[in-house]
């Protein structure tokens, strides 16, 4: 079976994007809307995988009119990459995929293989830590930061060189819910810049196993999904994250 490198996409067209889910796709459906059903000059979403026939992931790819598929084995490195190769992918996004990618994978897709996690890596990541556990976490460990990272992947979970992170506050009388759904917020203004700036070059792992470029985040108190999560929806929320910001970025 081939599992020789994917063809890379010419940096003047479109990237073809795939997406593996393991849940109810939120996270796919901002980067379904950034793309839009025909794409942009960056990218589109050509393929959606899940190991899990129930996800809500793949009936939002439907509805979007995007192909989709359920694993046979996950396990199965060789056949996942001749599927990803048959829909000419060469981006491949995990966008709340709980299981370990197999290493043919990670060769075939070396510098095109990110991951999106809700916290701040290298702290709550790895095996076992995925959905409100991260959170449940961070609230006993009396963390007062948490954040979203997005990462290319290499053979180990929540592993591999860091593209992009941004904080989320832990406010008090938090529970993992609340904080689950701030740190939420937070990722789906993050996760389409990162995969627009790998879509289109702007940011790349090097050969040196280094990122190099940086994605670039419109940081302005003014712009909502930037306030760390927080929706202003009451004064007390602009008060908070007003402090907030002057804490995490003191003049
Ligand atoms: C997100 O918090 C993601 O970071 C994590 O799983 C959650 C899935 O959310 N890996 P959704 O399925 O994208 O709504």
Redesign the pocket.
């Known amino acids: 079976m081939n599992t020789h490198p994917a063809p890379r996409h010419h940096p003047s067209s479109p990237a073809r994007i795939a997406v593996l ?9 901002v980067l379904i809307d950034h793309f839009g059903g025909a794409g942009t000059r960056t990218g589109r979403i050509v393929w959606v995988g899940s190991d899990k026939a129930t ?3 793949l009936t939002r790819a439907a509805s979007a009119g995007v192909p989709t598929a359920v694993l046979a084995d996950p396990r199965d490195g060789e056949a996942l990459v001749a599927t990803l190769q048959a829909a000419g992918a060469d981006l491949l996004v ?5 299981k370990l990618i197999p290493e043919a994978v990670v060769r075939a897709f070396h510098g095109r293989l990110m ?4 916290a701040l890596l290298p702290a709550f990541g790895g095996a076992g830590m ?2 409100q556990r ?1 959170h449940a976490a961070v609230l006993e460990h009396g963390a007062t930061v948490t954040g ?1 990272t997005v990462h290319f992947v290499d053979a180990h979970y929540d592993r591999g060189p860091i593209i992009a992170q941004w904080p989320v506050p832990v406010l008090p009388g938090d529970t993992p819910a609340s904080l ?1 759904a701030r ?2 917020r937070t ?1 789906h203004a993050l996760l389409p810049l990162c995969v627009d700036a790998v879509a289109s070059g702007a940011v790349a792992l090097g050969e040196d196993g280094n990122v190099h470029g940086q994605v670039a985040v419109p940081v302005s108190p003014t712009t909502a999904e930037w306030r760390f999560g927080l929706v202003p929806d009451t004064a007390g929320a602009a008060a908070a994250f007003a402090s907030e910001w002057a804490r995490l970025f003191p003049r």
């Open positions: 889910a393991s849940g109810g796709g939120s996270n796919l459906q996800a809500g992931a995990l966008a709340g995929y709980l991951n999106i996690h809700p995925y959905g991260i979203v689950g740190v939420l990722e």
